[in-house]
């Protein structure tokens, strides 16, 4: 650990800031995973791109379909990779509260910056403010970790803005992974100050975060590495253009990157976001892999599409 547990929160507003991407996992053709691919994929994220941190064992990094020994190996293997050229937060999320501990405790053991845990799902529940304060206090209590919310309509329902402003008087609990309309993640920010950072996933509106309400984090899902290559690091630029206040500037860097995105938007099946953006990474030249189930592979003829597409994009390879 590189911080005391009572330290958490002010050791992760000077360590976590700019662009941090979640990993999508690169499975082999058996399905186990590639150790190796990984391994690529995150020194061309660190040293390539500029990335400067990574969310490991994530639903992007398709935590549900692997065992509890193999999301410890994904931990360790991002941990050591990364070592201290970028941070890491590891996914410990599960509906098994001894299965989170056992995770984030090995995070610790391994060398991770801090752990996320999702919302869990709720059945039968009216007071759910009150159940998600004890159950994110229990966590706290047990680990000394930095530990990082994250509420997403995966859970079947939303965190509130005042549960996390709650919450985050919890003294490891140091940033919120907040995938929600912009209006909540903004009355959020308005309710805990610089208590904790909070970030939420959506690319598009980062600038804007960043120039309205003062964001330093995107915490983060996969376009920093399927929007950029080596000699086109436009959202890395875009980003410290904001930082420096050139937001001008930045938003016609920002702006460029439409026809990437509509690329992307356009070919994605609606069931099967993973399998293509790991056929994205393929074709920037990075380790892509099998999907799991219960996820889909994409069709012949959807990797046709996505790869027109993609040479019509305006990324620079």
Request: hydrophobic share 35%.
């Amino acid at each position: 650990m590189k911080y005391a547990k009572n330290e958490a929160k002010e050791y992760s507003r000077d360590t976590m800031r700019g662009i941090w991407a979640a990993a999508l996992n690169p499975f082999n053709e058996d399905f186990s995973l590639n150790e190796e691919g990984l391994r690529r994929n995150i020194r061309h994220w660190i040293d390539d791109l500029e990335i400067k941190g990574l969310f490991i064992a994530g639903k992007q990094g398709e935590f549900w379909s692997m065992s509890l020994e193999e999301r410890k190996r994904n931990m360790t293997i991002a941990a050591d990779e990364c070592g201290d050229k970028a941070g890491t937060i590891m996914s410990i999320s599960d509906q098994n509260v001894d299965t989170v501990l056992e995770l984030g405790r090995h995070a610790q053991q391994c060398g991770a910056d801090y752990v996320v845990v999702h919302a869990p799902m709720l059945s039968f529940c009216h007071d759910r403010d009150e159940v998600l304060y004890h159950y994110y206090k229990y966590l706290c209590d047990r680990l000394d970790i930095g530990i990082a919310m994250w509420s997403h309509p995966d859970s079947g329902y939303l965190m509130t803005p005042e549960a996390c402003a709650r919450i985050a008087d919890l003294p490891n609990i140091m940033a919120i992974k907040y995938s929600v309309p912009r209006e909540m993640y903004v009355k959020l920010t308005e309710l805990v100050g610089n208590k904790i950072l909070v970030s939420t996933s959506n690319e598009e509106e980062w600038l804007d975060n960043i120039e309205e309400l003062g964001w330093q984090l995107y915490l983060c899902s996969s376009p920093p590495y399927q929007i950029q290559t080596g000699n086109d690091k436009r959202m890395h630029e875009y980003t410290e253009l904001a930082f420096a206040g050139k937001f001008d500037q930045a938003r016609k860097v920002r702006d460029s990157l439409n026809s990437v995105r509509d690329a992307i938007r356009s070919t994605k099946p609606a069931g099967k976001p993973t399998a293509h953006g790991k056929y994205w990474q393929e074709l920037l030249g990075q380790i892509g892999g099998r999907v799991r189930h219960p996820m889909l592979e994409l069709t012949e003829a959807e990797k046709a599409s996505t790869s027109a597409a993609f040479e019509d994009c305006g990324l620079q390879l």
